[in-house]
């Protein structure tokens, strides 16, 4: 079959591949290969690549385009695809006897096109966007520096929405439509930088080492190899079922800095977003199932394939959890050869190799959070690579940064300041994004009919979707995909995070069962003793921090050959496998969460105190000891001794406990456990629940302080409250929720930097729906996305204003945001400073300040609204007379976007503040504005860093001259001589520059 004709065919198949992670980065890197390879102009690229329309529109005007263009640039097309899609992403897809080398540009056949600086960068454009990522600020600066970028231009190549790549692709496209001085100017800062190459080993590294390098990587392919949750069962590699997650810097706290668009795995150690250039230590945080491990892992794979990470010579990966149970001293040398490889050649010449290059050697620690020391700089430095020290010492040196480099996970509990200060960076995990869920999902399942079902089924659950955004839960739903199609739609259908657990314990139990052909309506009864032992171990292990379990820990708490053959424990892994003695540990430490929170509920013997004790946690400040007293009882003896530590993940891990304890004794689950709980028992259990979350949330209400006079009243959330949220949610009785909810009374809801994504976004309405009075719901600097923010729907309704500033949420969020708050009586004020907004959006902001006459403040600052989304807005302003306050701060919308508004507003009786800083506008835009000085009651206007002339404020002057309600316009930052300024203050001191 020809190229054309499996365009053609395969056309809904390959639009999929290529859009179904909802990133735009493979179509744009095609473009860049079709574009390279002469089979698209210019023009044709700047037809497909439109910004603003969706991707898959986009694809499918290139695969229109493509085919019309003929066999061989169908071909090319095809080879394309195979060189850009991940592995699973190209199962099913037929190529024909395309090869991905008939799209690789090789510079010979080239040659002769190299005429131009410009036509260089297009032959050389895949190459050259990957040279660029880790390059743009530089080459920014170069350009403005020749004159051959404004700083306007420099704005649009680092729009805050642009992945590394995509903002390189835009600052070649800004070089080329600048011309041939401007690419030259490019290529040259090239030459140069390249002339001082990144570090690389400068001579041929001995024999030794090569062959330990070998060994390293066949040990480390082999560990990664598969997924701990996948391994052994199923023919799905980690290649196969890999799945990108979103990174984002973390953002130090600064409001100023720009939300970052979504990163990729080069950047765990590329140059984006370092803040100390001096340290050496990177850092991926995220919540416990944010898939840290899965993204080392990944890295961990492809360094050992070769892959990724080539400036690193060897990549030595370290796991927390296993270094804790090394009680002995050793050597940075010990450290490397014991618990990572073992070197077959001269061992001295290895390690000096690698003290001679520690440039060229990257470490890993996963779950710093899960060790038995936290971080301290206290210690004393530890400089000498030979001598003896104690692991957590020889770890917070490497950490540090005094002996090589490293990249570390942990949960964000973990992190303190001393640790902050050795970061070259701080990733954060935010697992999938919606088009991630789909894609895993797709992964996961070869059969798309499955796949389509399950996502269906998703998509009708939004609380079930909304979890599905953290990987590990997506796991559980894939994995029981049967008993998730087998419950239907509406209340059966899995609800909380409770809900999930217990359908992958019923997965695990079922699959024993069918084996013996027996499982009834009382599984959790007929696999009771399973789960105590298991529980026990769970509860123990909690309660000591110990996360990896001996053969003896096992038989103490009970646990049976049979109970580990159910599938929840797994044989530890461990790279050094020194020891004859298998380790297990819980397929996730979540699982583990869950098991201890079973015991808790099944355990007829517990002590009283345990449920109390267990969320009276978040009163305390983690104190070494604390919970062995709180889980006193479920004490593991260490050969003879108790162990001293604890770990920074023992908080989190036992509130997750708690939720699951929340959710367990919630009424939907009575039935099940009845037959294995006493009534009475589950009862006094579920009160004891019930009482403390409502004394916890008390404590948090009567933490409210009272209103200074003229200010509203307002909670500003502390640690934990999300937490009790989360809990009463897992219960599922909106009487609970209304109870406790009914003795809030504030206007104001603070909720910012509270780490809040879909999974607390449901907690959050759930709970909130209840409030008897409307709120200003404020959830600034969180990471509540487009599915979190379909999660808060339900409690829109008591919501009098909404700040979602920086929380990474697109066109189709906002669109159901605002279709919904349009039917809310009390919704009037929306914030959304610093998001991934677009003209597209611009359309449904217009229709609701035309339906809701009542609608007091709109801000939409820095996001990507150019002049022709000004103008759809202008169409909603024309007709809405309540709007106080219009806020549209470093969007890009130009003269033109400000005469629209400026024309939609001149009548407006209501206008109170309108900010257009940072936005293009030149004079025409001010003199367009005039107006609506001279007619409005407008107190203040924002027009900042612009571009007006002389011409412009002379027209404000004129305004001002007959309104008396202005009191400032702001204007620093405008193209005036410094004369002009001082002039003009003097003739008007309303003017502020
Ligand atoms: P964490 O280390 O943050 O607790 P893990 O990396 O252990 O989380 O992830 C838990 C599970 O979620 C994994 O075992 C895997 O099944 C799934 N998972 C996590 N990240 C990914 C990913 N990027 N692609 C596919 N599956 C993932």
Redesign the pocket.
């Known amino acids: 079959m020809s190229a054309r004709q499996l365009v053609l065919r395969q056309r809904a198949e390959l639009l999929r591949a290529l859009c179904c992670g909802g990133s735009s980065e493979g179509l744009e890197s095609v473009l860049d290969l079709l574009l390279s390879r002469g089979m698209l102009f210019w023009e044709d690229y700047q037809n497909v690549r439109v910004p603003g329309r969706t991707l898959c529109a986009n694809t499918r005007v290139l695969l229109d385009l493509v085919y019309t263009k003929g066999d061989e640039t169908c071909r090319l097309l095809l080879a394309a695809f195979k060189q850009v899609l991940p592995e699973a992403q190209r199962a099913g897809l037929s190529f024909g006897n395309c090869r991905t080398a008939d799209i690789e540009n090789t510079r010979d056949d080239t040659k002769e096109l190299h005429g131009t600086a410009i036509q260089t960068l297009q032959t050389d454009r895949p190459g050259l966007v990957r040279r660029l990522r880790d390059r743009i600020e530089g080459a920014l600066e170069v350009l403005l520096h020749t004159g051959s970028f404004t700083p306007s231009d420099c704005d649009e190549v680092q729009l805050p929405l642009y992945t590394p790549s995509q903002q390189a692709r835009r600052l070649l496209d800004q070089v080329r439509s600048k011309g041939e001085p401007a690419a030259k100017v490019l290529l040259q800062y090239f030459q140069q930088t390249e002339d001082h190459p990144s570090p690389s080993i400068q001579e041929a590294p001995p024999k030794e080492c090569l062959s330990y390098q070998k060994k390293l990587r066949s040990t480390v392919s082999a560990q990664s190899h598969f ?4 391994g052994g069962t199923s023919s799905l590699s980690l290649e196969d ?3 990108e ?1 979103q990174l984002e810097l973390a953002q130090g706290g600064s409001e100023a800095q720009p939300q970052t668009g979504a990163l990729g795995l080069e950047d765990v150690v590329g140059l984006v977003g370092t803040l100390n250039q001096e340290a050496d230590t990177v850092l991926v945080s ?1 919540e ?8 080392l892992q ?1 890295l961990h794979l492809l360094w050992a394939r070769g892959a990724a990470l080539h400036d690193f010579f060897l990549l030595f990966p370290f796991s927390c959890r296993r270094l804790s149970s090394e009680q002995r001293e050793l050597s940075l040398r010990e450290l490397l050869f014991l618990h990572c490889c073992w070197p077959d050649g001269d061992q001295d010449r290895i390690f000096q190799f690698i003290l001679d290059h520690p440039h060229l050697i990257l470490f890993t620690f996963d779950g710093l959070d899960e060790l038995m020391q936290s971080f301290s700089d206290s210690e004393q430095r530890h400089c000498c690579p030979t001598q003896c020290a104690p692991v957590p010492t020889l770890l917070f040196n490497l950490l540090q940064g005094s002996l090589m480099k490293g990249v570390v ?1 942990s949960r964000p509990e973990a992190v303190g300041p001393n640790l902050k200060r050795y970061l070259r960076k701080e990733l954060l ?1 935010k697992g999938f994004s919606p088009g991630g869920i789909d894609c ?1 999902v797709r992964k996961h399942h070869r059969d798309p009919t499955v796949a389509t079902r399950v996502l269906e089924s998703l998509r009708s659950n939004t609380a079930l979707l909304g979890l599905c955004h953290i ?2 839960f997506c ?1 559980i739903v894939s994995k029981c995909y049967k008993e998730l199609l087998g419950c239907g739609e509406g209340e059966a259908s899995p609800q909380t995070i409770t809900d999930v657990y217990l359908m992958i314990l019923q997965h695990f139990f079922q699959r024993r069962a069918s084996q013996r052909n027996t499982m009834g309506i009382g599984w959790v009864q007929e696999h009771q003793d399973t789960a105590l032992h298991l529980g026990q171990l769970a509860m123990e292990g909690l309660g000591a921090s110990c996360y990896v379990f001996t053969g003896t820990e096992l038989q103490k708490c009970g646990v049976t050959e049979e109970d580990i053959c159910m599938g929840f424990l797994i044989r530890s892994k461990d790279l050094s496998s020194s020891t004859n003695c298998k380790h297990y540990e819980f397929l ?2 979540t699982m583990q969460c869950f098991f201890a929170a079973l015991y808790i509920v099944l355990n007829n013997n517990l002590d009283r105190s345990t449920i109390p004790k267990l969320f009276q946690l978040q009163d305390r400040q983690p104190q070494p000891g604390f919970h062995r007293m709180c889980l006193g009882h479920c004490l593991i003896q260490q050969e003879g001794a108790l162990k001293e530590a604890n770990t920074a993940a023992e908080t989190p891990n036992l509130q997750i406990t708690a939720t699951f304890v929340s959710g367990l004794l919630s009424q939907r689950h009575r039935s099940l456990l009845l037959l294995s709980c006493p009534g009475p028992t589950l009862d006094r259990k579920s009160k004891q629940v019930v009482t403390c979350l409502s004394k916890g949330m008390q404590k948090h209400f009567k933490s409210i302080p009272r209103p200074v006079e003229g200010e509203k009243k307002s909670m500003h959330a502390m640690p934990g409250f999300v937490w009790l949220i989360k809990c009463i949610h897992e219960m599922q009785d909106s009487r609970i929720a209304r109870d406790t909810m009914a003795k809030l009374e504030v206007e104001h809801l603070k909720l910012t930097y509270c780490n809040i994504g879909p999974v607390e976004c449901t907690a959050l309405a759930y709970v909130l729906q209840h409030l008897r009075n409307p709120v200003g719901l404020q959830l600034d600097y969180n990471y509540v996305g487009d599915v979190g923010v379909e999660q808060l729907l339900p409690c829109l309704h008591v919501c009098h204003s909404v700040y979602l500033r920086h929380n990474n949420i697109s066109d189709e969020g906002i669109r159901k945001l605002i279709e919904k708050g349009i039917q809310c009586e009390h919704f009037q004020k929306i914030a959304l400073f610093n998001n991934k907004l677009t003209d597209a959006c611009t359309e449904c902001f217009a229709h609701l300040l035309k339906m809701k006459q009542n609608f007091l403040s709109l801000r939409l600052g820095n996001n990507n609204i150019t002049a022709a989304g000004a103008g759809q807005l202008a169409e909603g302003l024309r007709f809405n007379r309540s709007l106080q306050f219009l806020g549209l701060w470093g969007n890009k919308i130009g003269d033109k976007g400000a005469e629209a508004i400026a024309n939609a507003l001149k009548d407006s009786q209501t206008l109170v503040w309108l900010s257009l800083v940072d936005n293009g506008v030149g004079s025409a835009g001010a003199c367009a504005l005039a107006p609506l000085i001279k007619n409005s009651t407008l107190e203040e206007l924002w027009l900042t860093k612009n571009c007006i002339t002389r011409t412009g404020v002379e027209c404000l002057i004129l305004a001002l001259e007959s309104n008396t309600s202005v009191k400032a316009v702001w204007l620093r930052g405008n193209e005036l001589s410094p004369e002009e300024v001082e002039e003009m203050t003097q003739r008007e001191p309303r003017l502020t520059f």
């Open positions: 997924l701990s949750t996948y079922i890999y799945t997650v995220g416990a199932g944010s898939g840290k491990s899965t993204l990944r996970t995990l895993f990987p590990v796991w996730h430490i």
